[in-house]
């Protein structure tokens, strides 16, 4: 019984793993990448974003935070600091009540890079590139 159990399991796990599309994580470049969320053009912010590009590529990521396939908003992450240098989004006027019991969300990314680029319930405590 225990083995067939198992090879259900296996074989469920392998049809999974043929139907799974690969996606690239929003970690970016320039800020040009993810637009429409800020007014003119990003701020400088002198020796960490000068241009729209950032200067320190392995301290600060551009994420363009993606949610059910839908860019939310663009932020500049500090992977030292594990805090936002600065988030940007376009408000689009009162939708009602806010949801409430919605799960803390994190940017899988930041943790792995060939992660899927969606945000995804946090499901851990303890985050090496999240504050």
């Known amino acids: 019984m225990t083995s067939l159990k198992t090879w259900c399991l296996l074989s469920l796990s392998v049809l999974l793993v043929l139907f799974i599309t690969p ?12 637009d429409g969320f800020l007014l003119e053009k990003p701020p400088q ?3 960490i974003l000068e241009n729209g590009k950032v200067k320190g590529k392995n301290r600060y990521k551009i994420i ?18 594990k805090i936002p240098v ?6 689009r006027g009162e939708t009602g009540n806010r949801p409430r019991n919605i799960p803390w969300k994190i940017e899988p990314q930041l943790e792995d890079p060939k ?8 499901g851990r405590a303890v985050y090496k590139h999240h504050g």
């Open 23 to 34: 996606t690239l994580p929003e970690l970016l470049q320039s800020m040009s990448q993810c």
């Open 45 to 47: 912010v002198p020796d």
């Open 86 to 91: 600065f988030s940007a989004y376009k408000y």
């Open 115 to 122: 992660k899927n680029k969606n945000m995804e319930d946090c």
């Open 64 to 81: 363009c935070q993606t949610y059910e396939n839908v860019r939310r908003f663009v932020t500049l992450y500090d992977t030292k600091n």
